[in-house]
């Protein structure tokens, strides 16, 4: 099974999984690079992968808890003892016909992942880092032109004309690549003539490459963006033709009306950049041949669907859909289902905001937008009691951090755990595990078969791509999946009468004629024929209900939200006097998300070629009038949390800002916890604890928080 050579497989050192050749010599990885099928890269993260499948931490055999919840305790057990437990305490839930108490957090790798297929055949729920993300966006296209829900669809930068323009609006590709060959996608762009825009509150390394930074408050691009096409529409400069022949009937005027007060002036005051660069802007635009906006981070926050709803309403009326350089609107040929499908549970029925006071408020809410990270709530309420964790990180990434351990040690009056059963599979030791009651080692993209088919990001690349296993598991690790399909074998046997993995794999490409083996005599890739351009003018239409582009949001006029709201987002606006930074936490190319994987990888947290401290990073005007300075140790503090670290004073980010890198927080691994850094969410409250402020349309306070600094 296992062969030397450089053999097609994938990355998985972050969700992009972009496509890679690892060359094996006497069943060892050596060496990685980038697939030259699909354009070939690999970022520093992904070439240091193979610290990750050599590291002397690797959880090796299944560990069940000892001590306290927290205590991170455990004593090695069998993989039949490990089944039994999931068994028996998933079949006692079941049986009470409470199955909607179980949620499996996980990052499903195609629209059919075998975990996720279980999770539906039980009557579970799936919660994934999607309500963290762009759902937002998501939902914003799907209103306005039906596109597909895709995680992530971004432009295709490699198709950005000459004279086009490229804006990051919250966006971070040179580190955040999503797909590792997306940095030089957008420098060819640039060289081939193309513009590229960056509107940052902080000058990252892509406003250093950028013709134009502009520094903007955080969560201004919905205002921003409204004063651009206030002035694209109230002066003619939109693309009319465009307009008149794909919009619903009747919206450009109500659009007219609605938008005929934002003008860039008084958007101005709220974005705070100035006037005429909004009107700038708005000019260039109408001037170039094609205009796309990229933006992740910026979409995170209390005003999502609003900025989504902006994002689109511009995507329109420049007619940048599905054109070259402009917004891409993919499809995706289904893959053959494996009979019998099991129904997934009412999720409405159950409840998508299944805790708070008020959950019949959220009747918008649906899967993209369903907020089922609200752990911490669940759990005090009873409506969470059995909990898997693959391939994420709650007690960093989840919001609130110190509400989730309360929840998570909780326990009721006979002295049992509120949360009666956690499961954490991983592949190095990680903080979430400290609270787990089983522990299993999973195994990494080099020890395993997964078959990848959603261009969850950037990969179009990936219209399906194959990761194999290229050399053994080390020690008992086996692979979640696996794993997954033989609890759902002992189970539900009706859904799961396949093999393996690599069964439901096969029979799922035989249904569009392919096949593992076919798969892997073409390199690993294969694509279905996602992208095209103007496929809506083949097809006549746009998969909206009208067929056309719906501007106007009726669904929502229930809750008078029919049209964007130019506001800052909800948090900003209390405590502004006690709270008076705006706190903006960003990623970086060194470390994925709050993961084990790159905080416990050696060589991305070496000081010299990786990253081992989380500065927190003030203008000096700022630091000047609170006499804070250079290297001086200060405390950050919101209205949940307070942490301290080393100032770095910078002229790079806006003044009323206070910048940290994402992600730390780890206090097991013996990498990890070489120096001590601390953990964002500790300053972000708990997303339960203020549902009456969020935002019915879905948007969430993500990221974005008032904080106080002293020495
Ligand atoms: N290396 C690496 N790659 C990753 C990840 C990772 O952790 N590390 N995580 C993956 C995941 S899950 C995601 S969701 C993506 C996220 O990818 P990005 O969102 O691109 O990453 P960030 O660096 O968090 O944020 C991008 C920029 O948004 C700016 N910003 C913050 N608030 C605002 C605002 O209101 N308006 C504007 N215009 N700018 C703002 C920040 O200063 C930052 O420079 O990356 C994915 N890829
Ligand atoms: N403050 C703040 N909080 C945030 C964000 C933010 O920007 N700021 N971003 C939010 C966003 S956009 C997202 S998507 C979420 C992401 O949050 P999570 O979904 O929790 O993801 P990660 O933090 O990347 O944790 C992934 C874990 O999976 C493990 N892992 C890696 N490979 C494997 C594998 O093959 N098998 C198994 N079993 N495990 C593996 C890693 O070691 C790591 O511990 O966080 C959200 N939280
Ligand atoms: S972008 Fe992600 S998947 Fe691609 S090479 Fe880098 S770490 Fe690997
Ligand atoms: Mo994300």
Redesign the pocket.
């Known amino acids: 099974m296992y062969e030397d050579g450089w053999i097609p497989t994938v990355c ?4 992009a999984e972009c496509s890679i050749l690892a060359l094996v010599k006497n069943g060892i990885v050596q060496e990685v690079k980038g697939n030259p099928r699909a354009r070939g890269k690999m970022c520093v993260k992904g070439m240091a992968g193979i610290t ?1 499948l050599y590291s002397k931490e690797r959880l090796t055999h299944p560990m069940k808890r000892v001590g306290e919840r927290g205590e991170g305790k455990f004593e090695r057990i069998s993989w039949d003892e490990a089944m039994e437990m999931m068994e028996t305490k998933l079949r006692a839930l079941h049986e009470k016909g409470e199955g909607h108490k179980f949620t499996y ?1 996980m ?1 499903p790798h195609s629209a059919s992942d075998p975990k996720w297929r279980f999770v539906n055949a039980y009557g579970g729920f799936i919660s ?3 309500p ?3 759902s937002g966006k998501i939902m914003a296209h799907l209103h306005t032109f039906g596109c597909f829900p895709n995680h992530h669809i971004a432009p295709m930068y490699f198709s950005v004309p000459k004279g086009g323009l490229m804006i990051l609006s919250g966006r971070h590709p040179f580190g955040c690549m999503d797909d590792a060959c997306v940095a030089k996608d957008i420098l060819d762009a640039k060289e081939r003539g193309a513009k590229l825009i960056v509107i940052d509150p902080i000058f990252r390394p892509e406003a250093a490459k950028a013709d134009w930074w502009i520094p903007i408050k955080p969560g201004g691009d919905a205002a921003f963006f409204l004063g651009v096409c206030n002035y694209l529409l109230l002066n003619n400069l939109h693309n009319k033709e465009f307009c008149d022949k794909w919009v619903r009937e009747g919206d450009m005027e109500k659009l007219l009306d609605y938008i005929a007060d934002k003008s860039p002036e008084k958007m101005s005051a709220i974005c705070e950049v100035p006037a005429a660069d909004i009107i700038k802007l708005a000019k260039m635009v109408a001037e170039a041949p094609s205009a796309c906006i990229d933006a ?2 910026s979409i ?1 926050y209390g005003n999502a669907m609003d900025w989504g709803q902006v994002w689109s309403i511009f995507l329109v009326i420049t007619g940048n859909l599905d054109n070259p350089g402009g917004q891409p609107l993919p499809e995706l040929t289904p893959m053959a289902p494996v009979n019998p499908v099991p129904t997934p549970p009412n999720l409405k029925e159950l409840g998508y905001h299944r805790t708070g006071p008020n959950r019949e408020k959220f009747d918008h809410y649906n899967f993209i937008l369903e907020p089922t990270w609200y752990a911490a709530q669940a759990i005090k309420e009873g409506n969470l009691k059995i909990f898997f ?6 007690a ?4 609130g951090a110190a509400a989730w351990r309360e929840a998570v040690s909780m326990k009721d009056d006979d002295g049992n755990y509120m949360l009666d059963f956690f499961m ?5 030791p ?3 595990m400290k609270w787990a009651d089983l522990v ?1 080692p ?4 080099y020890e ?1 078969w997964e078959l990848l088919y959603m261009p969850w990001w950037y990969n179009y690349s990936h219209g399906a791509s194959l990761c194999r296993p290229v050399v053994k598991p080390v020690g008992e690790a086996r692979h ?1 999946n696996n794993v997954i399909i033989e609890l759902g074998k002992r189970m539900f046997p009706e859904f799961f009468a396949f093999k393996d993995d690599v069964e439901y794999y096969d029979i799922e490409l035989g249904g569009v004629g392919m096949s593992i083996d076919k798969l892997m005599e073409n390199g690993g890739l294969w694509s279905p024929g996602t992208v095209g351009f103007y496929k809506y003018k083949d097809k006549k239409k746009f998969d909206t209900p009208s067929g056309k582009i719906e501007l106007d949001w009726n669904m929502y006029a229930d809750i008078n939200q029919q049209w964007p709201s130019p506001e800052l987002p909800l948090e900003y606006r209390k405590e502004e006097d006690n709270f008076p930074f705006i706190l903006i ?3 970086t190319i060194f470390l ?9 990888n050696a060589q991305l947290r070496d000081p010299v070629s990786g990253l081992d401290s989380n500065p927190i990073m003030i203008n000096p005007i700022d630091a000047s009038r609170l006499d804070i300075n250079e290297g001086d140790t200060v405390f950050l503090e919101s209205t949940t949390g307070k942490v301290s670290s080393i100032v770095q004073l910078t002229e790079k980010i806006k003044p009323g800002c206070i910048g940290i890198i ?2 730390f927080g780890q206090t097991v691994g013996q990498v990890a916890t070489m120096v001590s850094c601390f ?3 500790e ?2 409250a708990d997303a339960g604890s203020h549902l009456d402020e969020q935002d019915l349309r879905g948007g969430e306070a ?2 974005s928080t008032r904080v106080t600094i002293y020495k």
């Open positions: 998985y050192q972050c969700k990750s957090s990052f994934t880092g999607l963290h993300c762009d992740f981070k995170m964790a693959t391939e994420c990180n709650p960093l990434s989840e919001m954490v599979s991983e592949i190095l990680s903080e979430t299993l999973d195994q990494t993209n395993r979640t936490n960003f990623r994925n998300n709050t993961g084990a994987w790159s905080h416990n994402h992600g953990n964002d969410n300053l972000i993500h990221v």
